[in-house]
């Protein structure tokens, strides 16, 4: 079991940037994937970005070049950097653990105005 804790959203404009961290309960190295979701209301769940123990990351189309994940062993956090966000990046993050993304944190909001 591993809990996850969302912290660093927010309202912010267009253009702007947040920094999200996802704390977890235990050691994240031996957790294969961290991975950060967004949903917008109305909208499906959608991943936004994962990174590996191994150092590999991926992103979705839409966040390439903007958003950054990474993953912090030394304080059991993943962070997720977002650059020149823009309206519809609004939604609620979440982030998973796990390679099947067993484990889920509550999510945190993130309001981008025009």
């Known amino acids: 079991q591993v809990q996850l804790v969302e912290s660093g959203g927010g309202l912010v404009q267009a253009g702007g940037s947040l920094r999200l961290s996802c704390a977890a309960s235990k050691t994240i190295a031996s957790i294969s994937i961290m991975g950060w979701h967004r949903q917008a209301p109305g909208k499906e769940r959608e991943l936004v970005a994962t990174?590996?123990?191994?150092?590999?990351?991926n992103y979705a189309d839409s966040v390439k070049d903007r958003f950054i994940i990474s993953r912090d062993g030394t304080k059991n956090t993943v962070y997720l950097q977002m650059n020149s966000l823009k309206p519809e990046d609004t939604g609620r993050y979440y982030c998973?653990?796990?390679?099947?993304?067993?484990?889920w944190g509550q999510g945190t909001q993130v309001t981008v105005s025009s």
């Open positions: 998973s653990a796990g390679r099947y993304q067993n484990y």
């Open positions: 990174a590996t123990n191994g150092g590999r990351t």
